[in-house]
């Protein structure tokens, strides 16, 4: 099997905030990422795709297709966003990294049999850089 890895950016805002907790709770828990009026980050989403190599197309994956489903069920409703108020998966859930990509994952695996019929390519992992000393990875 080959892997094939694909990079994405996007900027996106959000505040760590949760209502179960109280004020002092979310300040002590989430520090400065409680600020009231959000903060924002320029992420980058590596999307890692395996399969064998298709004999005709000499390829793992389209990756026309690949950007193009990526683009539908991520990028279009993250980037340049406030994630907490524009993703509706994040109106009871709190936009942690942790979080974000887990909706993105589930995001791509309810979409992938429409864009990539047949048994391959398999959605690998994806990852998320949030900063440059937090990623966050998240195999399928």
């Not at 995001?107 to 959605?123: D, I, N, Y």
Request: some cysteine; overall charge neutral; charged content about 25%.
């Amino acid at each position: 099997m080959t892997r094939v890895t694909r990079r994405y950016k996007f900027a996106a805002s959000h505040r760590l905030h949760s209502g179960h907790f109280s004020g002092e709770e979310n300040q002590a828990l989430y520090g400065k990422c409680n600020n009231p009026y959000g903060h924002g980050h320029d992420y980058v989403l590596d999307v890692s795709v395996s399969g064998p190599v298709d004999a005709a197309s000499g390829q793992v994956v389209n990756i026309q297709i690949l950007d193009r489903l990526v683009g539908e069920q991520i990028l279009r409703d993250f980037d340049h966003t406030y994630l907490n108020v524009d993703v509706r998966e994040f109106g009871d859930v709190v936009p942690t990294s942790e979080n974000i990509i887990r909706v993105m994952q589930d995001r791509l695996q309810a979409h992938w049999q429409a864009s990539f019929a047949g048994e391959w390519p398999r959605l690998e992992k994806i990852r998320l850089r949030e900063t440059k000393r937090n990623t966050f990875e998240l195999a399928s």
